[in-house]
């Protein structure tokens, strides 16, 4: 089971402070947030990669979002001299800001461009790329009329969220355009879009579970020590106070539904400081 990518959630300071319980729910990778392939953006200068590969509990590969092929195969070769051996390319980001910049899911209505960075990507990080997208930007079937571009590539694995990016994440998951891409695909399929805490799917495919996991750690009774602890290690990463606060708050509204948090929710959206937040 991998730990899927949420920009501003599962960055490294809470994989490290949450480390065991994400072995215990069964986690063996973790796909980073994605970090820019950009003219003149240092890819080791982003807090997920500063500390290199080493010392996490469990893998990590980082995932990167862009469009241009030569970018891409810079900011590749960059890591894989740091020590990286693996990484992921986002194709399915569904944000209207970066889809129709052609980044993300925008890839998707960009064929030439995909099957570039696809290229680029696998000749870079041979063996260890893989590829993160959508059943499609506006319609499901989308996905299936790429399959023979994305089958030319020896891909480590096929992430396919089950929604397209208009969506977003709301409305149902479409698993029966997922099984039709899954017969198409020659790579294997990792499924992701509203799963439980499991390894494997009804099909036996290897899952990336976010959110279900997320929410399910505002019902642990423990959860205030490792609020704590995430804390303290974002005031290091930081050095100040107020982008901490606005972490532990994009957390915590994934669990203001919960029994629990529902007062409390109003609370921590009010917090000023992180030792409030901690108090509360």
Known sequence: MILAPLRGVTVRSFRESFSSVIKEAGFTEAITPFISAMLGVDPLADRELKKGPEGEEIAVTPQFIGKDPAELRR?????????????????????????????????????????????????????????????????????????????????????????????????????????????????????????????????????????????????????KELLAEYVERSRREFGCDRPVLGRMKELVAYWRELPKWRRLWNVVKICRTTDEFLSI
């Open 75 to 223: 900011v590749l070769k960059r890591v894989k001299d740091a020590g990286w051996t693996r990484a992921d390319l986002n194709g399915g980001c569904p944000f209207p800001m970066v889809r129709k910049k052609g980044r993300g899911s925008g890839l998707m209505k960009t064929p030439d461009t995909l099957c570039r960075m696809l290229e680029a990507g696998c000749e870079e990080m041979p063996g260890g790329f893989s590829l993160k997208v959508r059943l499609g930007v506006d319609e499901p079937s989308e996905l299936e009329k790429l399959m023979p571009l994305i089958n030319n590539f020896p891909l480590r694995f096929l992430t396919v969220h089950a929604r397209t990016a208009r969506q977003m994440y709301e409305g149902e998951c479409d698993r029966a355009a997922l099984e039709r891409v899954s017969a198409l695909s020659r790579i294997r399929v990792v499924v992701n879009g509203d799963l439980p805490v499991v390894p494997f799917d009804e099909a036996r495919r290897e899952t990336m579970v976010g959110r279900s996991f997320i929410r399910s750690l505002g019902e642990r009774p423990d959860i």
